[in-house]
T-cell receptor
Framework: ETGVTQSPTHLIKTRGQQVTLRCSSQSGHNTVSWYQQALGQGPQFIFQYYREEENGRGNFPPRFSGLQFPNYSSELNVNALELDDSALYLC?????????????FGPGTRLTVT | QKEVEQNSGPLSVPEGAIASLNCTYSDRGSQSFFWYRQYSGKSPELIMFIYSNGDKEDGRFTAQLNKASQYVSLLIRDSQPSDSATYLCAVNVNFGNEKLTFGTGTRLTIIP
């Protein structure tokens, strides 16, 4: 167990709808990264938040947005859902400090868009 | 050329033997390297990380890094059926908490 939690576990949405996924980071960690993992693929980086600011973004459109709160928990919001957004969404928690770059994943949220 | 490449497998290894998983990366500026294990239907679990050239051992696992040749490998000694999973190689270009770039993973099966 990494101490990283995500909710909900599973979600079914219709194309065009909006969704919010939530993540609580491991105690003591100040950085949260979000990844999308399609079936049979490795996780793809969406963005990272450090101290409530976006700290890097992958090749995802603006309808993917996020937030980090003062307690370091985070949300991923996806607007105008498309069928291709169906995937496992992973949150990874880490501590941003010298010589500590490891990221620990939560259990993920399985999103199905119909 | 993909940024991080792995042989997708499946790789079948007899129980008790050594499993060898390989990964190559394209960005010479890559600084930190990670191996994750992912069971079917579960999220990735960090099992090894390495930042310097050479070998790093942790129990039955050994990570090997060769920056000149741009490859990183994972050896699993005394393979157990519970080691059957997909192994993901991940690379971070910066010494900072920015993105991990993953390979597509190698599916490993340990045969009893």
């Amino acid at each position: 167990e990494t101490g990283v939690t995500q909710s909900p576990t599973h979600l079914i949405k219709t194309r065009g709808q909006q969704v919010t996924l939530r993540c609580s980071s491991q105690s003591g960690h100040n950085t949260v990264s979000w990844y999308q993992q399609a079936l049979g693929q490795g996780p793809q980086f969406i963005f990272q938040y450090y101290r409530e600011e976006e700290n890097g973004r992958g090749n995802f459109p603006p309808r993917f947005s996020g937030l980090q709160f003062p307690n370091y928990s985070s949300e991923l919001n996806v607007n105008a859902l498309e069928l291709d957004d169906s995937a496992l969404y992973l949150c990874a928690s880490s501590l941003s400090q010298a010589f500590s770059y490891e990221q620990y994943f939560g259990p993920g949220t399985r999103l199905t868009v119909t | 050329q993909k940024e991080v490449e792995q042989n997708s497998g499946p790789l079948s290894v007899p129980e008790g033997a050594i499993a060898s998983l390989n990964c190559t990366y394209s960005d010479r500026g890559s600084q930190s390297f990670f191996w994750y294990r992912q069971y079917s239907g579960k999220s990735p679990e960090l099992i090894m990380f390495i930042y310097s050239n050479g070998d790093k051992e942790d129990g039955r696992f050994t990570a090997q890094l060769n920056k000149a040749s741009q490859y990183v490998s994972l050896l699993i000694r005394d393979s157990q059926p519970s080691d059957s999973a997909t192994y993901l190689c991940a690379v971070n270009v910066n010494f900072g908490n920015e993105k991990l770039t993953f390979g597509t993973g190698t599916r490993l099966t340990i045969i009893p």
